[in-house]
């Protein structure tokens, strides 16, 4: 059996079928994509897809996704840029990720680190999915 959650992912059109065989499906995004950028959800990801996604960006795959928490695994947000992998957590419901802050009142330095880390290749990755800065 697995831990299952809600994923969903934004990649290259041409790579849907790649992210079809993890168990995602197509899916109308909530506003327009640009062309050639497919929408996919799979509402039962096994640990939310972290590892097959993990595989997918090793083979230079990008995509920007993101799952929901289950039993046993954290919210997190996922970015491939085709060469640099980033997943971080994240809160349910919450676009963005979170950085923890320690008893001493800072933040953790590595996931802020990170985090900062994640940004880039979100940024690299609508670069080459065709975004605007606006949009998604």
Known sequence: MGDRAYAQVVCSAKDVTAFEELGFGEEEYWKSLPEGVAFLVDQEANYG????LRELAEKGYVFIAQHDAGGDC?????????????????MVHEPRPCVAVNA???????????????????????????FVEEEM
């Open 104 to 130: 001493n009142r800072f933040v953790d330095k590595k996931q802020l680190q990170a985090v900062r880390k994640y940004w880039r290749a979100v940024a690299r990755a609508k670069q080459k999915l065709g």
């Open 49 to 52: 897809n972290s590892s097959p």
């Open 74 to 90: 954290d919210a997190a947000r996922l970015v491939s840029d085709g060469k640099t992998f980033s997943e971080v957590d994240a």
